[in-house]
């Protein structure tokens, strides 16, 4: 009897067995549909790509690929053919292995902030400076800046200040050969908080102003102003 005891619960542990494994089966069956579901095709950048790049560049060597992703994290817009990026160039930094959604592309209505991107609360503001007051002409959209006037009587003081300590540019147009011999300087759009634009225009219209490119991730500081007596000491 004893014997007959210890095969009926070796034979109830078995289908016990077998059981909890057709359950994770049939479990592992399911979760494989549900998540397997549609795939889409989308093309990524091998390597970061900065704000104001030709795309016709980064075609042209090679930086781009395909990933095939569920067709429910596919991003409004996304990019699905080398195609649609010929003759664009990106308006803000697209990462490597990201998807690329046509808002990231100037002259995309459908950026928030318009086809520069403006912030939020912020206003874009173009100025027409010359190229050493620009940095040399190296600045580029998405860089950060610091803005400084300088002022003399009547006007105030002889007295340099800071004007907006932190600024994102927006955009960068430099001159034409033709612009350039008849001396005209580039063009930079910034983004500035309304109260900041006033004082921007203001030192636009009534001094000088010189632009300072902040380090990358570096946040502008303001100083104390810079008077005549305090330079000459």
Same mark, same amino acid.
């Given at each position: ?118 912030? +939020?609360?912020?206003?874009? #503001?173009?100025?027409?400076?010359? =190229?050493?007051? $620009?940095?040399?002409?190296? /600045?580029? *959209?998405? !860089? ?28 960068? +147009?430099?001159?034409?050969? #033709?612009?350039?011999?008849?001396? =005209?300087?580039? $063009?930079?759009?910034?983004? /500035?908080? *309304?109260? !900041? ?33 305090? #330079?000459?000491?």
């Amino acid at each position: 009897m004893r014997g007959k005891g210890m095969v009926g619960v070796t034979a109830f542990a078995l289908a016990a067995i077998a059981a909890f494994a057709m359950f994770l089966f049939l479990h592992g069956v399911q979760h494989s549909a549900t998540s397997s579901g549609a795939q889409a095709t989308v093309v990524v950048s091998k390597k970061d790509v900065p704000a104001g790049t030709s795309m016709d560049a980064v075609i042209s060597q090679g930086d781009l690929t395909t990933a095939t992703i569920p067709a429910k994290d596919e991003v409004n817009g996304a990019v699905t053919s080398a195609e649609q990026l010929k003759g664009r160039v990106t308006s803000t930094p697209i990462l490597a292995g990201e998807q690329i959604p046509v808002a990231r592309l100037q002259g995309s209505t459908s950026l928030p902030g318009g086809t520069i991107g403006i912030p +939020a609360g912020y206003e874009g #503001v173009t100025l027409q400076l010359e =190229q050493q007051r $620009l940095v040399g002409g190296t /600045l580029h *959209p998405s !860089d950060h800046v610091a803005i400084y006037g300088s002022f003399d009587p009547p006007v105030s003081p002889t007295v340099t200040v800071t004007l907006v300590p932190d600024v994102k540019v927006l955009k960068v +147009a430099k001159p034409s050969t #033709v612009d350039q011999a008849s001396n =005209q300087g580039t $063009l930079l759009t910034l983004a /500035l908080r *309304p109260q !900041d634009a006033e004082k921007v225009v203001f030192a636009q219209e009534h001094g000088t102003i010189w632009i300072a490119l902040l380090a990358p991730g570096q946040s502008g500081q303001s100083k104390p102003p810079v008077f005549a007596g305090g #330079v000459l000491r």
